[in-house]
């Protein structure tokens, strides 16, 4: 197909940026509970966090943030490999993030195949209803 330049004109306007958007309230229905998708980049981070915040406060739940572990057949991995691991690019490490945030009863969407076996592929949707804490964290 071909788009007018009228086309273009109306997707411009659809950019927030654009001073002829009608910027909704993000705050209401129905964008209050939207999941936006983004290419593995700094807004899907911030986007991420922004409704981590979000949702533990307007839920009073905690927010708890989870650090990657690096393993290798269930076995940690040495110092020697770590250092490896965070000196390679961010193209090899497969683009997970290094941290992740959430908090009970947020709702949550996959965004990469990570267990497939285990139902955690791309496109899966939940909603977390329960944290396990480490066995080798402290009781607190």
């Given at each position: 197909g071909e788009c007018s330049a009228e086309d273009i004109h109306s997707v411009q306007e659809l950019v927030l940026t654009d001073p002829n958007c009608d910027i909704p309230d993000f705050s209401c229905a129905p964008w209050e509970d939207i999941i936006l998708i983004t290419p593995h980049n700094s807004?899907?981070?911030?986007?991420?966090?922004t409704a981590s915040t979000k949702h533990s406060r307007s839920s009073?739940?905690?927010?708890?943030?989870f650090s990657a572990e690096d393993s290798v057949h269930h076995r940690h991995l040495s110092t020697v490999k770590c250092c490896a691991?965070?000196?390679?690019?961010?193209?090899?490490?497969?683009?997970?993030?290094?941290?992740?945030?959430?908090?009970?009863?947020?709702?949550?969407?996959?965004?990469?195949?990570?267990?497939?076996?285990a139902g955690i592929a791309n496109g899966s949707r939940g909603t977390i209803a329960g944290i396990m804490l480490d066995e080798r964290e402290p009781e607190l």
């Open positions: 807004v899907q981070m911030y986007w991420n966090e009073r739940n905690i927010k708890y943030l691991v965070a000196s390679l690019p961010f193209d090899d490490t497969d683009r997970l993030p290094m941290q992740l945030t959430v908090s009970l009863q947020m709702k949550v969407m996959v965004m990469k195949n990570i267990c497939t076996h």
